[in-house]
């Protein structure tokens, strides 16, 4: 899926390439969250323990598409962006995937049950989460094109729209929250006190995904006006 015999001839122009192919595999990570927690739901641990693996994959992908930029990328030759801009949008990319991989690890290893009425706050807010990692996938899809244009012009507009629209969605996740946390809330008496720290602990980490989503867009902001 991510050809890494395509590294060096991509390295060869520009590093932009390998940070798209990077952000693909992150994104994939966080798209399998939708299929893995529906498993959960269902408590289908089989289908958890498939998705999880698929994850983990994209994950590892990730990780040896970050190992690579970084041991090619110039100290000393002119690159079109900055290289330290370059390794922190790469650092905050990277970040999703593991939380990605760490929500899923969590929920399959202790086997979380999901009610249906935590069910149907839950679903909405992982959707829109995975909304935001979906909106910096494509924006970090027209960076070869903000960079051909020498980061000026309407491109640059454009991608300033993009980000902005993550950070609408990043507000609509922090909105979701609210009911799916006061739900909880309301089940602390009935239920076992540590299946509860678990989901609170759970619900933290796929909003940061949106937080994360957030901050990658922030820093490609400051890869633009460098």
């Known amino acids: 899926m991510f050809n890494q015999n395509s590294l060096l001839d991509l390295f060869a122009q520009s590093p932009i390439g390998p940070l798209q192919q990077h952000m693909a595999a992150v994104h994939k990570a966080v798209s399998l969250l939708r299929p893995f927690i529906d498993a959960a739901i269902n408590e289908d641990h089989a289908a958890m323990e498939r998705y999880y693996s698929e994850i983990s994959d994209c994950e590892h992908a990730a990780d040896t598409l970050k190992y690579d930029l970084r041991a090619h990328l110039p100290r000393s030759i002119f690159l079109p962006v900055p290289r330290g801009d370059i390794l922190d ?3 905050t990319q990277d970040k999703l995937a593991n939380t990605a991989k760490d929500v899923a690890g969590t929920m399959l290893g202790r086997r979380m049950k999901i009610t249906s009425h935590i069910a149907e706050l839950l679903l909405p807010f992982v959707d829109r ?6 909106q910096t996938h494509e924006t970090i899809s027209h960076l070869q094109t903000l960079q051909e244009s020498g980061f000026h012009g309407k491109e640059v507009s454009h991608v300033e729209t993009m980000i902005r629209h993550i950070d609408e ?9 609210i009911p799916l946390r006061r739900a909880l809330f309301a089940m602390e008496e009935q239920a076992n006190p540590i299946d509860i720290m678990f989901m ?3 619900i933290d980490a796929i909003g940061q995904i949106a937080d994360l989503a957030q901050s990658t867009g922030h820093r490609l902001l400051l890869l633009m006006s460098s």
Do not use: K, V
């Open 89 to 91: 949008l790469l650092r």
């Open 129 to 134: 989460c995975i909304d935001t990692s979906s």
């Open 169 to 177: 969605i990043e507000h609509e996740t922090d909105e979701l929250q």
């Open 200 to 202: 609170y602990q759970i």
